[in-house]
């Protein structure tokens, strides 16, 4: 079956880094994906992966994939208060364009 | 170039009356996908359309929802008669031709059903 799974909130403070984490269930999961929504915003793509990486580095982001763990992580290094927002993992097979999300992490950065 | 529209931002309506929720993808973009949250609860795939066709339908609820795309350009969701379990944000996103293209949101449609 398709399942992602996330942690609700998550807070830290300014300058620390932040990790969100993620798993799923679906072993034929080609690409994954994190998207980013703030306030009356759709979902902006912040970064994705192909299943054959174990690590994509994007600026302050960094994505770790455990593919024998089905466990997907996003790094923010230095975080700010411009990325209090909530944070979605995603998923998607190499033959379809359909996307399994999951419930989003929220992300509360305080001064 | 103008992202994704959608209208309304936000609609309050009675249980068992009908809403119609409106999308307008990136010029040109042939693919366009309906999704939605319901209140704290994962994004969850509705349908797919490629340009006026349905791709892939797999997500939708039930009978009461409704989805077009006449002309292939704009997409209505109508959903008829709306019950409480209605209620949420949908999305509506859309993506260039082919498959795996990055898929492009809006800012939803927070519907409320009361």
């Known amino acids: 079956g398709e399942d992602v799974e996330q942690s609700l909130f998550l807070s830290v403070r300014e300058g620390d880094s932040s990790v969100i984490n993620c798993t799923y269930t679906?072993?034929?999961?080609?690409?994954l994906y994190w998207y980013k929504q703030e306030p009356g915003a759709g979902l902006q793509l912040l970064t994705y992966?192909?299943?054959?990486?174990d690590m994509k580095q994007d600026q302050r982001l960094t994505v770790l994939l455990n593919k024998k763990d089905k466990h997907l992580s996003l790094r923010i290094a230095d975080t700010q208060t411009g990325d209090s927002a909530i944070y979605f993992c995603a998923e998607r097979t190499y033959n379809t364009d359909k996307l399994i999300f999951g419930t989003g992490t929220r992300l509360q950065v305080f001064p | 170039e103008a992202g994704v529209t959608q209208f309304p931002s936000h609609s309050v309506i009675e249980k068992g009356q009908t809403v119609t929720l409106r999308c307008d993808p990136i010029s040109g973009h042939d693919n366009l996908y309906w999704y939605r949250r319901v209140m704290g609860k994962e994004i969850k795939f509705l349908l797919h359309f490629v340009k006026e066709s349905k791709q892939d339908e797999s997500g939708m609820p039930n009978n009461r929802f409704l989805a077009e795309r006449t002309g292939g350009t704009y997409s209505t969701l109508k959903v008829q008669p709306a019950e409480l379990e209605d209620s949420g944000v949908y999305f509506c996103a859309s993506s260039q031709a082919g498959t795996g293209g990055e898929q492009y949101f809006g800012p939803g449609t927070r519907l409320t059903v009361t």
């Open positions: 992966i192909f299943s054959n990486m």
């Open positions: 679906d072993s034929s999961s080609t690409y």
